[in-house]
C-alpha cells in the first residue's frame, strides 16, 4: 500500500510559527510531525510515499529529500501557493498513488495509531476512515458510526458504516483514511474540498469507518502545539 500525506496547508491559525515553516515542519518532542509520520509508516511496512505540498513547500523537500534516511522512499507533489485544497491535492496526486486501495494522512496531526491495523476495504466500500472521540474544540463531531446489519448503533461491529444524515454526528475525522482510487475517478484537475465527496459516498453506503480511541492530536493553534509538546517531554500523552 502507498501513503500520502498532506502537507500543502498554509497554516495560517499557527502564525508566525509558519511565516517561515510550513506547519507540517514544526517540531514536537524532538522531531516534526512529518517526522513522526514516516517513522510510523516505516514501522507498518508502508515504504512508498506521496507528500503534496505548497506554502514553503521547498522547505518540506529540503527536510526530508528521497526519504531514505527514515526508511521510505518519498514523491513529491507539488502545488501553486494556493492550494488545491484535500481532495483537489489527492486527485493531482492520484498517477503516483498507483491503481490499488491507499493511505492518506493529514500531515498537521499527531497520533500513536498503528498503520499495520488499517481496515481492509470491502468489495463496495470507496474508503475508509478512522474516527475519534470529539476533541474539545470540535464537540459536534462529523459522522456518525452504526453497524452494517442495521441492528444499531455498535463501535465494534466491523467493517462499519458511516452516516451523513441519518444520524447525529458523534466523532471527529482524525484525517486518517483508506480511499480506492475510484473515489476520485472522474473530478478535473483543480481546487475542491474533500468533505462535500465523503458525504455524498456515505450518503449512497460506500464509506466505511472505524473508531480509534488511543492518542490523537490535531495540531490547529500554537496552543496545542505547545501542550503536546509539553505532554511528550514529560511522557504524559495520555
Known amino acids: 500500500m502507498k501513503a500520502m500525506i498532506l502537507a500543502a496547508g498554509r497554516g495560517e ?13 514544526l517540531d514536537v518532542g524532538g522531531r516534526s510531525l512529518l517526522e513522526w509520520h514516516l517513522a510510523a509508516l516505516a514501522r507498518a ?4 510515499v506521496v507528500i503534496n505540498h505548497a506554502w514553503l513547500g521547498e522547505r518540506i523537500v529540503e527536510a526530508l529529500g528521497d526519504g531514505h534516511r527514515h526508511g521510505v522512499r518519498i514523491e513529491y507533489s507539488a502545488e501553486s501557493e494556493g492550494a488545491l485544497e484535500t481532495a483537489g491535492g489527492i486527485i493531482q496526486a492520484l498517477p503516483m498513488l498507483g491503481s490499488d486501495p491507499f493511505l492518506v494522512i493529514n500531515g498537521d496531526i499527531w497520533t500513536d495509531f498503528d498503520f499495520s491495523r488499517l481496515p481492509v476495504l470491502d468489495e463496495q466500500a470507496l474508503g475508509s476512515l478512522v474516527l475519534v ?3 474539545s474544540q470540535h464537540p459536534r463531531g462529523d459522522f456518525s458510526l452504526i ?11 466491523d467493517p462499519l458504516r458511516l452516516e451523513a444524515e441519518d444520524a447525529p454526528p458523534r466523532y471527529t ?11 476520485f475517478a472522474g473530478f478535473p484537475p483543480g481546487r475542491r474540498p474533500l468533505l ?11 464509506l466505511r469507518g472505524r473508531l480509534y480511541q488511543g492518542l ?12 503536546l509538546d509539553e505532554r511528550l517531554a514529560s511522557g504524559a500523552t495520555g
Open 133 to 135: 472521540p470529539n476533541p
Open 147 to 157: 453497524a452494517r446489519d442495521g441492528s444499531g448503533f455498535d463501535i465494534l461491529a
Open 196 to 206: 462535500p465527496l465523503l458525504r455524498a459516498a456515505a450518503a449512497s453506503g460506500r
Open 173 to 183: 475525522f482524525s484525517g486518517i483514511a483508506v480511499y480506492r482510487p475510484e473515489f
Open 13 to 25: 491559525r499557527m502564525r508566525p510559527l509558519t511565516d517561515e515553516r510550513p506547519k507540517p515542519l
Open 45 to 48: 511496512g508502508i515504504r512508498d
Open 216 to 227: 490523537w492530536f490535531d495540531i490547529g493553534t500554537p496552543e496545542r502545539l505547545r501542550e
